[in-house]
């Protein structure tokens, strides 16, 4: 099959509509579940009482249970329970909440990697341990888990090509929606490596230019 590019260029607004939808997804998912990460990993540092438990469940489940599945309850399972989101926000939520299990991880293991010769400093200086890990903790954490959170984020750009799964007409959706119709697989798939190859190298590039900001006062 030839690539037919009088085709594609029929499909470029449908197109361009599903990879703005794309980004939508991803940009808020991304954002919330960075947020997860440091309030999760921060009760898991400062062992809050049930909190910190219930962080270690919602992490291990999300981290042992598929992905799909997990998308698939919020969709299908949550308006048994009374709670019914639209179709955008089931995307979103589950995506979150699956990057946000990660991403909690991500920081707690830049926590870890924190010398504690700094708390004991903090400590020496009146600082309270919510104030160490806002001031001190938290920053260095992030600075030094940058390319853990990167990667979580990278995979959470390519794993919205689930939504589709559940009928979102996002850049998957758009493109397997027409590959079902039209048969024309060749184009649109291309169309898809290409759409998600340039959200990747777009946000790796981001982040390379935020960790470089960051690592500025550790040079030499």
Known sequence: MEFDLAYL???????RAGFVLTIQISAIAVAISVLIGLVGASLRVLRVPVLA???VA???FIRNTPLLVQLFFVFFGLPALGLTLSLFWSGVLALTLWAGAFQTE?????LAAVAPGLREAARAVGLTSGQYLRLIGLPLAVRTGLPAMLNT???LVKNSAYVS???LMDLAGVAFDRIASDFRAFEMLAVLLVGYLSLVLTLSAAVRVIEHRLQA???P
């Open 217 to 219: 006062p550790f040079r």
């Open 53 to 55: 438990q219930l962080v």
């Open 58 to 60: 919602y992490v291990e």
């Open 153 to 155: 984020c990278v995979s």
């Open 9 to 15: 260029t029929k499909q470029l607004p449908a197109l």
């Open 165 to 167: 799964a559940i009928g």
């Open 106 to 110: 991500n920081v707690r293991g830049g």
